[in-house]
């Protein structure tokens, strides 16, 4: 089993954690927002394991928080390309693999 996430799925995993606590979000709190066991988040958030949050997961995270989707995914720098679109596929191609 491979133990370690991409490089995509660490960084997001860590804007998500960092999102959560500038929220003030629990990992208890974000399981019942997701709809996942309370020691799923934890799982996610450790660097010992390869989980990762699904699509849907960070949509509805996203969602709850009122982050843009998008954002996850890309930089700031990014988010101007006038390829935004294929930008933004292809690294939600590259996070799910």
Not at 23 to 30: D, E, H, T
Not at 43 to 49: A, F, L
């Amino acid at each position: 089993m491979n133990n370690k996430n991409s490089n995509i799925q660490t960084q997001i995993i860590q804007k998500i954690k960092k999102l959560r606590s500038e929220k003030n979000i629990s990992q208890l709190a974000l399981s019942d927002i997701l709809g996942v066991s309370d020691g799923q988040i934890g799982n996610i958030e450790s660097p010992k394991y390869s989980h990762k949050y699904t699509l849907k997961q960070l949509y509805d995270f996203c969602i709850f928080v009122e982050y843009p989707f998008e954002k996850l995914f890309l930089s700031d720098e990014e988010l101007k390309s006038k390829d935004v679109l294929k930008l933004l596929i292809s690294k939600i191609i590259e996070y799910d693999e």
